[in-house]
């Protein structure tokens, strides 16, 4: 596929948003990754499917995104679901009035409360 070529499996919406987080084409997809152009899609406003990612992970390997291994989807939907968490938890940050940073960093690497001691005796 040349470079100048529209990005396969990427419908219209989808190209624009990857237009918009500076991906034009397949080379610039593939130089960021299909996880991280996903994260950075999501970070710039977007909610995107998990279908896009597929598309974009297809378009890495010159397939079709329903030719995807399952160890390969299974990765992509961790990636996913991490990437969506953290906005999740950013987003609820600044509706609380507090730094986003912060509260995502929290949300996904708790400090061990008095209350979740390992060691107690039940």
């Not at 974009?56 to 079709?64: N, V």
């Not at 009035?97 to 912060?102: E, L, M, N, Q, W």
Request: hydrophobic content about 40%; charged content about 30%.
């Amino acid at each position: 596929m040349a470079a100048s070529e529209k990005i396969r499996n990427v419908g219209p919406r989808s190209a624009a948003w990857l237009r918009q987080v500076g991906v034009r084409n397949i080379d610039d997809l593939r130089e960021m990754g299909a996880i991280e152009v996903f994260a950075r899609v999501v970070k710039a406003g977007f909610k995107p499917s998990l279908n896009l990612l597929y598309a974009m992970a297809g378009a890495e390997d010159d397939c079709h995104w329903t030719a995807l291994s399952d160890e390969r989807k299974a990765v992509l939907i961790q990636a996913a679901e991490d990437i969506q968490g953290v906005a999740k938890a950013k987003r609820k940050a600044l509706a609380m009035g507090r730094d986003p940073r912060v509260v995502a960093e929290m949300e996904y690497n708790p400090e061990p409360s008095e209350t979740d001691s390992s060691d107690r005796d039940d």
